[in-house]
């Protein structure tokens, strides 16, 4: 099982007041993992990736193991960590201003 961290406007909209947990089948990537989300919460389509390029969305970032996954391939291997489930695949939304 693959747990998933999300901001709180985006577990609001999903109806979900902690850590979401996902069965993912096959290699378990960032495209994957973001499949697997939107087809168990349809509600967050278009919220983290465009939904035609399904590329990430501006402000968003993506994190596992302390690291900045935001610019790795869609379809790069998550870390072993995030596959067993001992450590969540997170989707931050990045902040900006001055």
């Known amino acids: 099982m693959?747990?998933?961290i999300l901001p709180q406007h985006l577990r609001t909209l999903a109806r979900v007041s902690g850590e979401v947990t996902l069965e993912v089948n096959g290699p378990v990537t960032q495209r994957a993992v973001l499949d697997t989300l939107e087809a168990s919460y349809p509600m967050l389509r278009g919220t983290v990736r465009d939904h035609v390029t399904l590329k990430r969305r501006p402000f968003v970032r993506f994190f596992a193991c302390e690291q900045d996954l935001s610019h790795?391939?869609?379809d790069t291997?998550?870390?072993d960590a995030v596959v067993t489930g001992s450590e969540p695949f997170l989707i931050v939304g990045a902040?900006?201003?001055g």
Do not use: I, N, Q, T
Request: proline fraction near 25%; charge should be neutral.
């Open 72 to 74: 790795e391939s869609p």
């Open 2 to 4: 693959v747990r998933v």
């Open 95 to 97: 902040m900006a201003g």
């Open 77 to 79: 291997p998550l870390p």
